[in-house]
């Protein structure tokens, strides 16, 4: 079945560069999806990636995409205090492009050191 | 002010009492869905809508309801069959068409004793 791991906890100094890591098991998804989650509120979609794309910049976000490997990243520059939060890496569960879902990984804290 | 909410933000309940969290879109998304959060777990799929008047299951609609009745309102109702439903729930919609991306609201808390 479908799965989408990442690591739990990661911590960086302000101002460094926040590297978060996913893989994933469903070689049909098209999309992939990072969303960020501050305490008690909902997801907030801050990226996303086209399966045929190995890197997509916006604005401090990188994404970067090894089909092959089934390996995402999501580069954050400059981290600030406001980035603390839960990133979760997402898929479109099979060739659907994402009407029937999204499969989640479990998140990864983002734990900023002053 | 286009968005997705859901009311309330916190919900308790006895056990052994359905109870139904709401969820409104003025997006104009066609699906909607409903997810489910745990503490340190990511999202699960409990049911979603593509169109009207039509849903299907997700991962873990046991104990879960659902009617879609409108394309702005996809209400779900926590029945007492359900075993373990204190939990987050999260509501999202998606525009149509490969890539549509989902949006969420800002999620109920409910809290069954």
């Known amino acids: 079945g479908e799965d989408v791991e990442q690591s739990l906890f990661l911590s960086v100094r302000e101002g460094d560069s926040s590297v978060i890591n996913c893989t994933y098991t469903?070689?049909?998804?098209?999309?992939l999806y990072w969303y960020k989650q501050e305490p008690g509120a909902g997801l907030q979609l801050l990226t996303y990636?086209?399966?045929?794309?190995d890197m997509k910049q916006d604005q401090r976000l990188t994404v970067l995409l090894n089909k092959k490997d089934k390996h995402l990243s999501l580069r954050i520059a400059d981290t600030q205090t406001g980035d603390s939060a839960i990133y979760f890496c997402?898929?479109?569960?099979?060739?659907?492009?994402?009407?029937?879902?999204?499969?989640f990984g479990k998140g990864t804290h983002l734990i900023i050191q002053p | 002010d286009g968005g997705i909410t859901q009311s309330p933000k916190y919900l308790f309940r006895k056990e052994g009492q359905n109870v139904t969290l709401s969820c409104e879109q003025n997006?104009?998304?066609?699906?909607m869905y409903w997810y489910r959060q745990d503490p340190g777990q990511g999202l699960r799929l409990i049911y979603y809508?593509?169109?009207?008047?039509?849903?299907q299951k997700g991962d873990i609609a046991e104990g879960y309801s659902v009617s879609r009745e409108k394309k702005e309102s996809f209400p779900l109702t926590v029945t007492s069959a359900q075993k373990n439903p204190t939990a987050f729930y999260l509501c999202?919609?998606?525009?149509?068409?490969?890539?549509?991306?989902?949006?969420f609201g800002p999620g109920t808390r409910l809290t069954v004793t």
């Open positions: 469903d070689s049909s998804s098209t999309y």
């Open positions: 809508s593509q169109i009207v008047n039509d849903f």
């Open positions: 997402a898929e479109s569960a099979g060739a659907g492009g994402g009407a029937d879902g999204l499969t």
């Open positions: 997006l104009n998304h066609d699906a």
């Open positions: 990636i086209f399966s045929n794309m």
């Open positions: 999202a919609s998606r525009s149509r068409g490969t890539g549509g991306r989902q949006y």
